[in-house]
Nanobody, 122 residues
Framework: VQLVESGGGLVQAGGSLRVSCEAS????????MAWYRQAPGKQRELVAS???????DHADSVKGRFTISRDSAKNTVYLEMNSLKPEDTAVYYC?????????????????WGQGTQVTVSS
């Protein structure tokens, strides 16, 4: 699975941005796709996720402001970000998770994009 993000940039506080992540390769194996972010000096954190069945989940810090969605025909996942705050500044990474089930065990594989910078100025 290969992931390519796009759409980051610089925006003023209160503004909006949409980042995209296009998946290629064995996309039919993907169980969940997600957006993570990592700010300087901080750990990478989960922002939002969407399962193969369409169930979404958003971190408390972005609920009501960010929305994850997907276009299955384009193998693309989006993160719509509204009411952006300076603390949303980070590199945003797309993640695809594949879970392989065998009789003995389930093994998880995580794939990552290269990241896209989102900077929110105050």
């Amino acid at each position: 699975v290969q992931l390519v993000e796009s759409g980051g940039g610089l925006v003023q506080a209160g503004g909006s941005l949409r980042v995209s992540c296009e998946a290629s390769g064995r996309v039919s194996d993907i169980d969940t796709m997600a957006w993570y972010r990592q700010a300087p000096g901080k750990q990478r954190e989960l922002v939002a996720s969407i399962t193969n069945g369409g169930r979404t989940d958003h971190a408390d810090s972005v609920k009501g402001r960010f929305t994850i969605s997907r276009d299955s025909a384009k193998n693309t996942v989006y993160l719509e970000m509204n009411s952006l705050k300076p603390e949303d500044t980070a590199v945003y990474y797309c993640n695809a998770r594949v879970v392989v089930h065998t009789i003995e065990r389930s093994t998880t594989f995580d794939y990552w994009g290269q990241g896209t910078q989102v900077t929110v100025s105050s």
